[in-house]
């Protein structure tokens, strides 16, 4: 009997040590996290110029060298929460001090409102929410479909990797159905396992396909973005 509470002792106390140990490394993650935050330069910058978030700046430094965004477009915003990339869209779609165009953000989460735009909280997939979507257009086609949506991950690669690209299938067939012919579609990815089939959809559906890894994208993520200009599909007789 004493060699049994002995070992359930010895058990015990393995248990809290590694609990105490996860709860140590956790600690330390958090930490730095926290650190690397508060310090990030694009977080300040983002504070100093009111935006919701640091990946503004990603869409910023995309459409620098894309001009995607311009007065008068017709723009969807998918996976939108918490609304840094509509504010950026709202931002340069300024014309004469007000907007010209259209701005439509759908997201599953709420969203603070954005002036000028026009926000759907429901799954896009959701026939109903693309109904809504749709009257909220007035039948007009969409020049820029911009997306930063990410599943949420597991830690499973090849898991994360199959959310991933099934996001990318979802966000193509819903820009293939709604752009005009020049439109333009851009998503985020992440290299790994599934990128190449991403990129190949891509390739399938759009005229022009380039890769983006903006200077807001730390270096040690493993997220890039993909965009695709010009249907394919509508050019076929």
């Known amino acids: 009997m004493r060699h049994c509470i002995g070992r359930d002792r010895r058990v015990g106390d393995n248990l809290r040590l590694r609990t105490r140990d996860t709860n140590v490394a956790k600690n330390r993650f958090s930490k730095a996290w926290m ?18 978030s640091r990946a503004a700046f990603k869409l910023i430094e995309i459409d620098d060298q894309e001009r995607l965004i311009r007065p008068g477009i017709v723009a969807v915003d998918l996976g939108a929460a918490p609304g840094s990339w509509s504010q950026v869209l709202r931002e340069r779609m300024r014309s004469d001090g007000q907007v010209s165009g259209r701005i439509v953000a759908v997201d599953l989460l709420p969203m603070e409102p954005v002036p000028d735009v026009t926000f759907i909280q429901g799954d896009f997939r959701d026939p109903a929410v693309l109904q809504q979507l749709d009257q909220a257009l007035g039948g007009a086609q969409i020049d820029l479909v911009v997306s930063d949506l990410a599943p949420n991950l597991s830690g499973v690669g090849v898991a994360d990797a199959a959310r991933m690209g099934h996001l990318a299938e979802l966000a193509i067939e819903f820009a293939v159905e709604r752009l005009k012919p020049n439109g333009a579609l851009l998503i985020k990815c992440f290299h790994g396992s599934g ?13 022009r396909v380039v890769t983006r890894k903006p200077r807001a994208s730390r270096d040690r993520s ?3 973005y993909l965009l695709g200009k010009g249907l394919k599909s509508r050019l076929r007789p």
């Open 222 to 224: 493993a997220e890039t």
């Open 195 to 207: 990128y190449s089939q991403i990129v190949e959809a891509f390739k399938h559906s759009f005229v």
């Open 35 to 52: 650190h690397e935050h508060l310090t990030d330069p694009y977080v300040k910058l983002a504070q100093q110029r009111q935006y919701r």
